[in-house]
T-cell receptor
């Protein structure tokens, strides 16, 4: 069935270092891959997304890469700051015109000052 | 001018009770959703509505009944609440398939 695996479950980095979170998906027909950030007690909010006709997308310190052949996509955060500390979720939109998202298990990122 | 708003934010109730959560979006989106976030933070879709019509029911027990009076509102009614229903429930909306989902602030339901 539809599944998204996300690793690692927790990630601790020093301020200024880079952080990488990886996801794999099962439905080869998926073609939309958003990343959401959820701060403690808050709602998930989109930080970046990528569609299957693009291999890489960058927005300031955040970048996402997509390998459709391997069914694998990753989030890269450079020059991390304490305010980047949050839970990050990858997601995939499976086939079928439903709009639903299948989320990964989440990665708790801690940026130490 | 909140885009997706849901009420209440917190809900504490006893087992066996019936409760409702309301959701409204002012983004003009056609599609609305209910997601459940469990204690391990896992986000899982429950329902999806498009223009007031149910398009997804992800094997949710029939104690959960969504209702969409119009495309700006999607309410969730839960009958005979059980301890395992305790979670944070998020309403969301989007323009449609393969577009950003905007989430409400969540409703933390605690069943005691």
């Amino acid at each position: 069935g539809e599944n998204v695996e996300q690793h690692p479950s927790t990630l601790s980095v020093q301020e200024g270092d880079s952080a990488v979170i990886k996801c794999t998906y099962s439905d080869s027909a998926s073609n939309y891959f958003p990343w959401y950030k959820q701060e403690l007690g808050k709602r998930p909010q989109l930080i970046i997304d990528i569609r299957s006709n693009v291999g890489e997308k960058k927005d300031q310190r955040i970048a996402v890469t997509l390998n459709k052949t391997a069914k694998h996509f990753s989030l890269h955060i450079t020059e991390t700051q304490p305010e980047d500390s949050a839970v990050y979720f990858c997601a995939a939109s499976p086939s079928g015109n439903t709009g639903k998202l299948i989320f990964g298990q989440g990665t708790t990122l801690q940026v130490k000052p | 001018d909140t885009a997706v708003s849901q009420t209440p934010k917190y809900l504490v109730t006893q087992m066996g009770n019936d409760k409702s959560i309301k959701c409204e979006q002012n983004l003009g989106h056609d599609t609305m959703y209910w997601y459940k976030q469990d204690s391990k933070k896992f986000l899982k879709i429950m329902f999806s509505y498009n223009n007031k019509e149910l398009i997804i029911n992800e094997t949710v027990p029939n104690r959960f009944s969504p209702k969409s009076p119009d495309k700006a509102h999607l309410n969730l009614h839960i009958n005979s609440l059980e301890l395992g229903d305790s979670a944070v429930y998020f309403c969301a909306s989007s323009l449609g398939h393969n577009t950003e989902a905007f989430f409400g602030q969540g409703t933390r339901l605690t069943v005691v």
